[in-house]
């Protein structure tokens, strides 16, 4: 029975290293007041799924957008995935977090003409 479960946990380790890594450059907006908070994500639905839980919770995981989200409540905010980008093959952690800092930068000069945290 142990060996079963030693073999089981490589084989998940195994899985887990294998799955495709998707990050990418997200904005969440107030719809009240247009403002838009930009930031990257080296996992982008860990990230989704952290604002849905502070929405639900009420509390703001965003230091920025803190007042805001305390005076209009976390209902009035959405999160919008501008841009994914997959990890690459044998890229380094450090590397794909360069590589989303840089299209953030992009997306920046995209949305010059808007109004951020």
Do not use: H
């Not at 005076?71 to 980008?85: D, K, P, S």
């Amino acid at each position: 029975m142990r060996a079963m479960d030693k073999a089981s946990k490589k084989e998940m380790r195994a899985q887990y290293n294998e799955r495709k890594v998707i990050g990418g450059v997200y904005a969440v907006r107030n719809t009240l007041n247009n403002k838009l908070f930009l930031d990257v994500s080296t996992d982008l639905r860990g990230s989704k799924n952290r604002f849905d839980f502070a929405v639900t919770t009420g509390s703001c995981v965003y230091l920025k957008l803190q007042n805001d989200w305390t005076e209009q409540g976390g209902n009035q905010f959405v999160i919008e995935v501008l841009e994914e980008l997959e990890k690459g093959e044998g890229q380094s952690s450090p590397e794909f977090k360069d590589e989303l800092e840089l299209l953030k930068q992009m997306w920046l000069e995209k949305l010059s003409g808007e109004v951020f945290y």
